[in-house]
């Protein structure tokens, strides 16, 4: 199996920052696509942000230019580096990975983490 274990969310006033990291651990042969996804009350889950194993990255129209993700391959980490924060960003913030255990390919989902932006 593959644990994902978010940190770094929080209170924020809106324009602030934040920056959330992600920890990947377990039997992981080989690691895919890292990213992050959000979800709000009421809303589905969307994605925020992917960065892939050949460091190409993909944001939400939302957040582009505000959000940054970057990736240790080493570490098996990811991060979200968010600034300048608008109230309807406030979601949890959850961590995905596409990993190779040795039984194959899966997907992973961290727990979460809340960003509350207040106006």
């Known amino acids: 199996q593959v644990q994902l274990v978010e940190s770094g969310g929080g209170l924020v006033q809106a324009g602030g920052s934040l920056r959330l990291s992600c920890a990947a651990s377990g039997s992981i042969v080989s690691m895919n696509d890292m990213g992050w996804y959000r979800q709000s009350p009421g809303n589905e889950r969307e994605l925020v942000a992917l960065?892939?194993?050949?460091?190409?990255?993909t944001y939400a129209d939302s957040v582009k230019g505000r959000f940054t993700i970057s990736r240790d391959f080493r570490k098996n980490m990811v991060y979200l580096q968010m600034n300048s924060l608008k109230p309807e960003d406030t979601a949890v913030y959850s961590c995905?990975?596409?990993?190779?255990?040795?039984?194959?390919?899966?997907?992973?989902w961290g727990q979460g983490t809340q960003v509350t932006v207040s106006s």
């Open positions: 995905y990975a596409d990993a190779a255990l040795m039984t194959g390919w899966n997907n992973f």
């Open positions: 960065i892939t194993s050949g460091g190409d990255t």
